[in-house]
């Protein structure tokens, strides 16, 4: 028989033919369309988890989110005015301190000065110039006081008036008090010492005479008089 060979088997070439026919079943296009089905079916639920939410709820979410951004500018906003006033609390306090620095400066340079003002002063009222070279010098001692004193007016130094003043212990310095029948107490009646002012800061108290009023000599006389007063209106 041809499908057999000469020892008794089977015939190769009909054995390669008789092929089992499931595996024609599993390499047919069938089964690879069948092998795509399962993938093909997952697309709707893909396309479903990409679709947008309720806009409702977006909404409110962003209403939320802008709330949030509204109350961090409210605070950053507060946060910088407290600093800006801060600072702008410091640089007036620091302007203040360099013109109290300044003019504390000024003052303690001044009045190592005065003294030397002072001398010019009782110079200047001393002099008497008889002759004309005495006379000459006069004047130019006359005129190196002057410019002193404009130098003085030109930094906002000024003397003070006190004789006839009542008086203040913010200027003046009492140094002797005495009776007067002249001025009523707690009256200047002489300057001893000048004093200064600088842009209406005391620079020196003035150095000063007091009047206590009149002396009891005069009150003596005065209740000595009061009883015959007395009598003519009894």
Request: aromatic content about 4%; glycine content about 6%; overall charge negative.
């Amino acid at each position: 028989m041809h499908g057999e060979s000469f020892d008794g088997g089977v015939d190769p070439q009909s054995a390669q033919q008789a092929v089992d026919p499931s595996e024609d079943m599993a390499s047919s296009p069938m089964s690879d369309l069948d092998g795509q089905a399962p993938a093909a079916s997952q697309e709707p639920q893909d396309s479903a988890e990409d679709q947008p939410g309720d806009p409702a709820a977006r909404v409110a979410q962003l209403e939320q989110e802008l709330a949030g951004l509204k109350e961090q500018h409210d605070n950053l906003n507060s946060q910088y005015m407290r600093l800006a006033a801060d600072f702008d609390n410091y640089r007036k306090r620091q302007s203040r301190d360099l013109e109290d620095q300044r003019l504390q400066i000024t003052c303690t340079t001044l009045s190592e000065i005065l003294p030397v003002v002072d001398n010019f002063d009782r110079a200047r009222q001393q002099l008497n110039p008889q002759h004309e070279e005495a006379q000459s010098l006069h004047r130019s001692y006359q005129g190196l006081y002057k410019q002193l004193v404009d130098v003085f007016k030109q930094l906002g130094v000024a003397p003070m008036r006190v004789e006839g003043e009542p008086f203040d212990p913010i200027l003046h310095e009492a140094v002797l008090r005495e009776p007067s029948d002249q001025h009523p107490e707690d009256v200047v009646i002489e300057e001893l010492q000048r004093g200064y002012q600088l842009n209406g800061r005391v620079l020196r108290h003035a150095l000063v005479k007091v009047s206590m009023g009149p002396g009891p000599a005069s009150g003596s006389a005065v209740e000595a008089a009061e009883p015959p007063a007395q009598e003519q209106a009894d």
